[in-house]
């Protein structure tokens, strides 16, 4: 099972969720079809046994497309793997729901809040399959040099500055961050992959990667190469 | 391995996208909580990035959670989930 599905809660932090609802000023209610999932399952006996089996049924028909939406770039995966897969993610995901029924809020459908558990649960099972045999590159495999030649000489030298720049930068991380940000950002690592090779968490691993990057921009404003595409408004 | 990379407007491309999101941004467990909110903020056309910009950021620099938010919302606009 994921661990990041039933990882320790944030308890003091309010989600974006609570901020827009605050916001706005509204409180709404989970809609009629939501509630009565949720005392389905709050129910016992044939009543909960049958909630349950309708909501596996929706969470393998979720995790059968979210495969069958990655397959294609794994081609070590085949039919019988697949579908293995689909049931251990449906499994898992609905362990998952019935074990944090009580946080379902009714912000979205019940539904929708559901097959998010599938969705991620598969896409873990799919990447974390597909590496179980490959090595984890944690040294840079691949890093950009300018063309020779290149379209112009002021493009060449800029071009060829901040990838020089952004090197060094990245030979100034600590160890651990620079393992993390060379595989995730430069090598295309899955970060759960990542995460179950080092014995960590999804979440844990960000948190290295996003220091990581703080520090990179740090360092290239400090020389002047400040990168301001991606500011958030 | 190197490879080759022809002018400067690409470099800072690339750069831009290895280096991620410059704003506050939610962490990965913070957007699991909310994926379902944003997904159908989408699809009912609201601006989601804009009502949640710390998600809108998480997703720009998490390929992991990205790949979760495309799936959820293909899903929906497929017809599943209902």
Same mark, same amino acid.
């Given at each position: 099972?994921?661990?990041?599905?039933?990882?320790?809660?944030?308890?003091?932090?309010?989600?974006?969720?609570?901020?827009?609802?605050?916001?706005?000023?509204?409180?709404?209610?989970?809609?009629?079809?939501?509630?009565?999932?949720?005392?389905?399952?709050?129910?016992?006996?044939?009543?909960?046994?049958?909630?349950?089996?309708?909501?596996?049924?929706?969470?393998?028909?979720?995790?059968?497309?979210?495969?069958?939406?990655?397959?294609?770039?794994?081609?070590?995966?085949?039919?019988?793997?697949?579908?293995?897969?689909?049931?251990?993610?449906?499994?898992?995901?609905?362990?998952?729901?019935?074990?944090?029924?009580?946080?379902?809020?009714?912000?979205?459908?019940?539904?929708?809040?559901?097959?998010?558990?599938?969705?991620?649960?598969?896409?873990?099972? *799919?990447? #974390?399959?597909?590496? &179980?045999? +490959? %090595?984890?590159?944690? /040294?840079? !495999?691949?890093?950009? $040099?300018?063309? @020779?030649?290149?379209?112009?000489?002021?493009?060449?030298?800029?071009?060829?500055?901040?990838?020089?720049?952004?090197?060094?930068? *990245?030979? #100034?991380?600590?160890? &651990?961050? +620079? %393992?993390?940000?060379? /595989?995730? !950002?430069?090598?295309? $690592?899955?970060? @759960?992959?990542?995460?179950?090779?080092?014995?960590?968490?999804?979440?844990?691993?960000?948190?290295?990667?996003?220091?990581?990057?703080?520090?990179?921009?740090?360092?290239?404003?400090?020389?002047?190469?400040?990168?301001?595409?991606?500011?958030?408004? | 391995?190197?490879?080759?990379?022809?002018?400067?407007?690409?470099?800072?491309?690339?750069?831009?996208?290895?280096?991620?999101?410059?704003?506050?941004?939610?962490?990965?467990?913070?957007?699991?909580?909310?994926?379902?909110?944003?997904?159908?903020?989408?699809?009912?056309?609201?601006?989601?990035?804009?009502?949640?910009?710390?998600?809108?950021?998480?997703?720009?620099?998490?390929?992991?959670?990205?790949?979760?938010?495309?799936?959820?919302?293909?899903?929906?606009?497929?017809?599943?989930?209902?």
């Amino acid at each position: 099972m994921f661990a990041f599905l039933d990882g320790p809660r944030f308890s003091g932090s309010v989600t974006e969720s609570q901020r827009a609802a605050v916001a706005s000023g509204v409180t709404v209610p989970p809609d009629l079809v939501s509630q009565s999932w949720v005392a389905r399952l709050n129910r016992s006996g044939a009543e909960r046994d049958a909630a349950v089996a309708e909501l596996h049924g929706l969470l393998l028909r979720t995790a059968r497309f979210e495969i069958n939406r990655r397959w294609a770039a794994f081609s070590n995966l085949y039919g019988a793997d697949l579908d293995d897969l689909a049931w251990q993610s449906a499994d898992d995901a609905l362990m998952s729901i019935v074990r944090r029924l009580g946080d379902f809020r009714g912000d979205s459908q019940f539904t929708t809040w559901a097959c998010k558990f599938a969705i991620v649960e598969a896409g873990v099972k *799919v990447r #974390r399959h597909a590496w &179980r045999t +490959r %090595e984890i590159p944690l /040294a840079p !495999a691949f890093w950009p $040099v300018v063309a @020779d030649p290149a379209p112009g000489p002021h493009q060449h030298a800029e071009a060829r500055d901040l990838l020089w720049a952004l090197r060094e930068e *990245v030979d #100034r991380l600590t160890g &651990r961050q +620079r %393992e993390v940000f060379v /595989a995730i !950002a430069l090598n295309d $690592v899955p970060i @759960d992959v990542l995460a179950e090779r080092l014995n960590t968490t999804r979440g844990a691993l960000y948190k290295v990667l996003h220091d990581a990057r703080r520090k990179l921009r740090t360092g290239l404003e400090a020389r002047g190469l400040g990168i301001t595409m991606g500011e958030q408004s | 391995m190197t490879a080759n990379m022809p002018d400067g407007a690409d470099a800072r491309v690339l750069a831009e996208r290895l280096l991620g999101p410059k704003g506050p941004e939610l962490t990965c467990e913070e957007c699991f909580d909310v994926l379902d909110v944003y997904v159908e903020r989408e699809l009912a056309d609201a601006d989601a990035g804009a009502a949640m910009p710390a998600m809108r950021a998480h997703l720009a620099g998490c390929s992991a959670c990205r790949d979760d938010y495309d799936s959820l919302l293909a899903l929906l606009r497929n017809g599943f989930g209902a």
